[in-house]
């Protein structure tokens, strides 16, 4: 891969789904020594939790996995849609959040569903944990872990096809 790979993870307030979906990502592409080539990130549709850490029950799950949630909430930009590759919502809800935020049809094409890279878990969407107990974020995290794997699958079996 020559140039850096920009993905921009998506949810609802960026303090569960896409800080976790941040994490698990940069944990694979260090784990892969693909890191110089990647660049990842989050971000929310709506700005309520803006400068807030992740959620403390999210980051209790995702620590005891070996991941460490250090993302600051933010909303989405209109600039998002220009520096990203690659912009991957957690469930219906947010894909039609983004695309009404997409400021053209090229920004439009770089939204997709981070459940369409699971490989081996069935779930179509990502569910909000936010008012869920424990079994809630166990399964958001067990859902990255699959999900994340084939997106980084994908970017890196398409970069040795072109
Ligand atoms: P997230 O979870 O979208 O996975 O970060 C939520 C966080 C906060 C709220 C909803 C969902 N909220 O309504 O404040």
Do not use: W
């Amino acid at each position: 891969m020559k140039e850096t790979y920009k993905i921009l993870f998506v949810c609802l307030g960026n303090i569960c789904r896409s800080p976790s979906a941040e994490a698990v990502m940069k944990k694979l592409v260090k784990d892969a020594g693909l890191q110089e080539q990647f660049f990842i990130d989050s971000a929310g549709i709506i700005g309520y939790h803006k400068g807030e850490q992740a959620d403390p029950r999210m980051r209790t799950h995702a620590a005891r996995r070996g991941y460490k949630l250090d993302s600051i909430s933010r909303p989405v930009q209109t600039q998002d849609f220009f520096d990203f590759d690659l912009i991957i919502g957690m469930d219906n809800r947010n894909i039609e959040d983004l695309r009404e935020k997409a400021p053209d049809l090229v920004s439009m094409r770089k939204i997709h569903q981070m459940t369409e890279f699971s490989r081996n878990r069935l779930y179509d969407y990502v569910p909000d944990p936010y008012y869920s107990g424990a079994d809630g974020f166990e399964l958001v995290l067990d859902l990255l872990e699959d999900a994340c794997a084939g997106l980084l699958e994908a970017i890196t079996s398409s970069n040795r096809d072109n």
